[in-house]
């Protein structure tokens, strides 16, 4: 009896994600259960890193996100990871959070340690600007970024990988790793022209 139970317990672990989707699909709630046991911990610390301290914003946007991957599921295709599809939903809802609250420029915050590599002549510009006004700068300099550069700049700051990254924005990892390069640059650039004014 112990043998049986613990042979459908293995069973259940080793379901896949599809296997729940088509599962719940087709009216088991227990298989939705499992799925979103399996990923609320990935959701959850994946909000949190992009939005530090709004522990309300995250709630909600998680909640959000479950509501929109139930709405989606029908729509699912299995050639993508389950969990880069729902962290893109996530991301998305959270790049609306930004425009809608324009806190997009908000949220940066960054220490010395984590500042753009200035070639050696722009260094005394950076040394000069205290915190505050750095941040200041870098808000608005990051508006002037396009949109996919600045997404690929907001998480990798955030913590997120390039090759999640890539998951989310649907791209090579070589288009992210082109996008931050082309961020950082134009950061250098458009931050020395905020401190010096030209």
């Known amino acids: 009896m112990f043998k049986e139970r613990h042979k459908t317990r293995e ?3 080793k379901r896949t994600d599809i296997e729940l989707i088509e599962g719940y699909l087709s009216g088991n709630g227990r298989d939705f259960e499992e799925l979103y046991d399996r990923y609320k911990k990935l959701l959850y610390g994946y909000l949190n890193n992009m939005l530090p ?3 309300s914003t995250v709630d909600d946007i ?10 989606k599921l029908p729509e699912y295709r299995c050639n993508n990871h389950f969990s880069a599809w729902m962290i893109r939903i996530g991301h998305n809802l959270t790049i609306d959070h930004f425009r809608k ?14 500042a753009p590599d200035f070639p050696d002549k722009d260094k005394l510009v950076w040394d000069s600007m205290d915190q505050s006004d750095f941040e200041q700068a870098l808000g608005q300099v990051l508006e002037t970024l396009q ?5 690929v700049f907001m998480l990798r700051h955030n913590g997120v990988s390039f090759k999640e990254i890539a998951e989310i924005q649907n791209c ?16 250098k650039k458009n931050l020395v022209a905020w401190k010096t004014g030209t």
Not at 62 to 71: E, H, P
Not at 101 to 114: A, G, L, R, T, Y
Not at 172 to 180: D, E, G, K, Q
Request: aromatic share 8%; hydrophobic share 35%.
């Open 53 to 55: 301290q709004q522990q």
């Open 62 to 71: 998680f909640q959000q996100t479950w509501l929109k991957v139930i709405q």
């Open 147 to 151: 949109e996919e550069q600045r997404e």
């Open 11 to 13: 069973m259940e672990v």
């Open 172 to 187: 090579s990892i070589n288009t992210v790793l082109a996008r931050m390069q082309y961020a950082i640059k134009n950061l």
């Open 101 to 114: 609250n324009k806190k997009f420029v908000n949220q940066i915050s960054i220490d010395n340690e984590d």
